[in-house]
């Protein structure tokens, strides 16, 4: 069975807190991996009330500094030190972003128990991955890569793939049925080789299925951009910010640096992604999110607006 990838929206607000909605941080897991996606204020109350560990985020993406995404980190920070996390803590932003840990870190302070910390700036450099442009490979390893393309806010702003590797796997079950002692000859069948057993030849070939790749790519703050489309291609879920919806005023439209409802179900029609998730609702559609879902769903029907706390699985 293929591990899952899990992941918990944390927050699904934006700039102003509501009672339903909390500023945005969405928690992706998956094997030893927690990837924490941004990280607004009371983000580490939402883990407690998640009942999740915040001392098994492995890497912290921050798509860009504005307060409502970041205002949380010092205090996951200080919640790590104080309760002694001793793996190294791999921070991801873009320009910028070092200087911003750093007069963080001051915030936390420095004495005590230190943190492991390393920090990296990305940006949207050219990649040989599938052949695109504007997308950068920021870390990878055998089972999964992730990646990121630069936005269009009114600040340095990025945006995040995860991608699961495809993988050919053996099939275990079948496996069990034919009751083959463990043995250097699992090896060969797994490679898709032909063994014998008890004048009985076995076709490993037969006994191999495809794992497909699976992908959750991140779309906050920006204006409607070709990146965004690039980023998320294909992708089995697009959590997007939709901030506004289409029926707001034609200056205010005009003068932000957010994507509408429609403007998200636009990127996920165009990159032909599986799911789309709205997040980073206004204060004015907390009570009725129904609005901005209606909305989308006029251009693209696989959509859903998650609650706090709210997981799925891929």
């Given at each position: 069975?293929?591990?899952?990838?899990?992941?918990?929206?944390?927050?699904?607000?934006?700039?102003?807190?509501?009672?339903?909605?909390?500023?945005?941080?969405?928690?992706?897991?998956?094997?030893?991996?927690?990837?924490?996606?941004?990280?607004?204020?009371?983000?580490?109350?939402?883990?407690?009330?998640?009942?999740?560990?915040?001392?098994?985020?492995?890497?912290?993406?921050?798509?860009?500094?504005?307060?409502?995404?970041?205002?949380?980190?010092?205090?996951?920070?200080?919640?790590?030190?104080?309760?002694?996390?001793?793996?190294?803590?791999?921070?991801?932003?873009?320009?910028?972003?070092?200087?911003?840990?750093?007069?963080?870190?001051d915030l936390v302070g420095r004495r005590g128990q230190k943190l492991d910390i390393q920090v990296f700036e990305v940006a949207g450099r050219r990649s040989?991955?599938?052949?695109?442009?504007?997308?950068?490979?920021?870390?990878?390893?055998?089972?999964?890569?992730?990646?990121?393309?630069?936005?269009?806010?009114?600040?340095?702003?990025?945006?995040?793939?995860?991608?699961?590797?495809?993988?050919?796997?053996?099939?275990?079950?079948?496996?069990?049925?034919?009751?083959?002692?463990?043995?250097?000859?699992?090896?060969?069948?797994?490679?898709?080789?032909?063994?014998?057993?008890?004048?009985?030849?076995?076709?490993?070939?037969?006994?191999?299925?495809?794992?497909?790749?699976?992908?959750?790519?991140?779309?906050?703050?920006?204006?409607?951009?070709?990146?965004?489309?690039?980023?998320?291609?294909?992708?089995?879920?697009?959590?997007?910010?939709?901030?506004?919806?289409?029926?707001?005023?034609?200056e205010l439209l005009g003068n932000r640096a957010h994507l509408s409802s429609v403007e998200a179900a636009e990127i996920a029609k165009k990159a032909k992604?599986?799911?789309?998730?709205?997040?980073?609702?206004?204060?004015?559609?907390?009570?009725?999110?129904?609005?901005?879902?209606?909305?989308?769903?006029?251009?693209?029907?696989?959509?859903?607006?998650?609650?706090?706390?709210?997981?799925?699985?891929?």
């Amino acid at each position: 069975m293929a591990e899952r990838i899990e992941l918990t929206f944390l927050g699904t607000g934006s700039a102003i807190p509501t009672k339903r909605r909390n500023h945005p941080a969405m928690l992706l897991k998956y094997k030893g991996e927690g990837i924490l996606i941004d990280c607004g204020e009371g983000t580490q109350r939402q883990f407690r009330k998640a009942g999740l560990n915040p001392c098994k985020i492995s890497r912290i993406l921050i798509t860009h500094w504005h307060g409502d995404h970041v205002f949380g980190l010092p205090g996951i920070l200080n919640t790590l030190r104080l309760n002694g996390y001793n793996r190294k803590l791999e921070i991801y932003g873009p320009r910028g972003s070092k200087e911003w840990v750093r007069k963080y870190l001051d915030l936390v302070g420095r004495r005590g128990q230190k943190l492991d910390i390393q920090v990296f700036e990305v940006a949207g450099r050219r990649s040989q991955v599938a052949g695109r442009s504007n997308v950068e490979v920021i870390f990878e390893d055998d089972d999964f890569y992730v990646e990121c393309a630069e936005m269009d806010h009114d600040c340095p702003a990025v945006g995040y793939s995860f991608v699961v590797r495809e993988k050919t796997r053996l099939d275990v079950e079948k496996l069990k049925k034919l009751k083959i002692p463990n043995s250097p000859l699992i090896g060969k069948l797994a490679e898709g080789k032909t063994i014998k057993i008890g004048g009985k030849s076995i076709d490993g070939k037969k006994l191999l299925y495809k794992e497909e790749a699976r992908k959750v790519s991140f779309v906050m703050d920006t204006r409607m951009n070709e990146n965004a489309v690039r980023l998320a291609k294909g992708a089995d879920l697009l959590v997007c910010e939709a901030t506004f919806s289409k029926g707001e005023s034609e200056e205010l439209l005009g003068n932000r640096a957010h994507l509408s409802s429609v403007e998200a179900a636009e990127i996920a029609k165009k990159a032909k992604v599986k799911g789309l998730a709205l997040v980073h609702l206004s204060q004015r559609y907390e009570g009725i999110p129904k609005v901005i879902l209606g909305e989308a769903r006029e251009v693209f029907e696989s959509v859903i607006v998650p609650e706090d706390l709210e997981s799925i699985e891929l």
